[in-house]
């Protein structure tokens, strides 16, 4: 072979390999572009429930807004943990506490047990575009609510059977639902069952605190609250009266992500039996995420009722939750909350 033809050879050899290397190359980089772009669509991705910000096939579904009582003899409550978003506030001052349980993801076949609306849960429903979804209420609540200020499913109508009673429960507390349920009377009645609320702003868990504490609310007994932050899986698991809160369906103890306790300035109208919260406006709030606390200012226009609920920080910049569970407590002035 001479010299000329082994210099053919070689070149010819030298090409296949780079054309090798190239393919392999270019389908090694076109295996992590598409793995990046997968992450990116996971990270940015729009399909996610407003509330919560976790992804679900129903996030477009119209929020459903539903009272439930905080009554010792009504726990534990059934399909809790379904919520996305959970306000609990007092219906009397300095007493009696109830519940609005926010369900957008999710679709039990079971809620309850639910309790009568307040007014005070109508500005906060309509500011998350919520259909509420109540067993009666406070003449206050149902002036309004019949006044048609917003949609909602009453259980004192049962409009197309939404509601039942389950035996074996005493009265008032043995009213339950499901989300089957809610969802054929609310087509019936004609409400729109798109979601229209613009949402929370979310980010990525990002814990750096190593140290399990105890955040304690301070409504009178036996509707104290508290919460073990748990730094394993950076949630706080939530306590009544010390006890777990279990949620009667799983029988797995209620877990946030974030905890928003707002201070709401509150007095009683028309004897002992009822209360007014001021919630709209702006006062102090305290965010606590992550292990951590931060201090905010709740707002809430007072011109335009279907305004949304916000948490600003001190940049008056809307925080960001973690994804996943959200309870709103709303407290009095002289309430103590604070870690342990």
């Known amino acids: 072979m001479n010299r000329k033809t082994k210099i053919i050879i070689l070149t010819f050899l030298a090409v296949i390999f780079a054309l090798?290397?190239?393919?392999?190359?270019?389908?090694?980089?076109?295996?992590?572009?598409?793995?990046?772009?997968?992450?990116?669509?996971?990270?940015?991705?729009?399909?996610?429930?407003?509330?919560?910000?976790?992804?679900?096939?129903?996030?477009?579904?119209?929020?459903?807004?539903?009272?439930?009582?905080?009554?010792?003899?009504?726990?534990?409550l059934t399909n809790l943990s379904q919520a996305d978003l959970v306000i609990e506030m007092p219906v009397i001052t300095n007493s009696i506490t109830r519940i609005m349980a926010f369900y957008v993801c999710n679709s039990p076949n079971e809620i309850g047990s639910l309790r009568s609306a307040r007014h005070d849960f109508?500005?906060?429903?309509?500011?998350?575009?919520?259909?509420?979804?109540?067993?009666g209420g406070s003449h206050f609540a149902l002036d309004e609510l019949d006044a048609g200020v917003m949609d909602n499913i009453d259980a004192m109508k049962n409009p197309y059977n939404a509601f039942y009673q389950k035996s074996g429960i005493p009265q008032p507390h043995n009213g339950f639902t499901s989300m089957s349920r809610l969802i054929n009377a609310a087509n019936k009645l004609g409400y729109r069952l798109e979601n229209e609320f613009e949402g929370y702003p979310f980010k990525q868990e990002n814990s750096k605190q190593k140290t399990d504490k105890v955040l304690r609310i301070g409504y009178s007994y036996p509707y104290n609250v508290s919460y073990q932050y748990d730094s394993a899986t950076n949630s706080?698991?939530?306590?009544?009266?010390?006890?777990?809160?279990?949620?009667?369906?799983?029988?797995?103890?209620?877990?946030?992500?974030?905890i928003v306790v707002m201070r709401v300035f509150s007095k009683q109208i028309q004897g002992p039996d009822y209360n007014d919260l001021d919630l709209e406006g702006t006062d102090q709030c305290q965010v606590y995420q992550n292990g951590e606390v931060i201090p905010c200012a709740w707002y809430k226009s007072e011109k335009k009722p279907s305004s949304k609920?916000?948490?600003?920080?001190?940049?008056?910049?809307?925080?960001?939750?973690?994804?996943?569970?959200?309870?709103?407590?709303?407290?009095?002035?002289?309430?103590?909350?604070?870690?342990?």
């Open 20 to 76: 090798i290397l190239l393919w392999r190359y270019s389908d090694r980089t076109i295996e992590i572009n598409s793995q990046i772009a997968g992450l990116i669509t996971e990270i940015t991705s729009d399909e996610v429930s407003p509330l919560s910000g976790l992804p679900c096939s129903n996030y477009q579904r119209r929020p459903l807004a539903i009272v439930l009582a905080n009554d010792p003899v009504t726990r534990p």
């Open 122 to 135: 109508i500005p906060l429903a309509v500011g998350m575009d919520a259909i509420l979804v109540h067993w």
């Open 236 to 258: 706080y698991l939530r306590y009544r009266t010390n006890l777990k809160e279990i949620d009667k369906s799983n029988n797995q103890q209620i877990k946030a992500k974030n």
């Open 309 to 340: 609920l916000k948490f600003l920080d001190a940049d008056n910049e809307e925080i960001s939750f973690v994804p996943g569970q959200t309870w709103i407590e709303i407290v009095e002035p002289g309430q103590e909350v604070g870690w342990e």
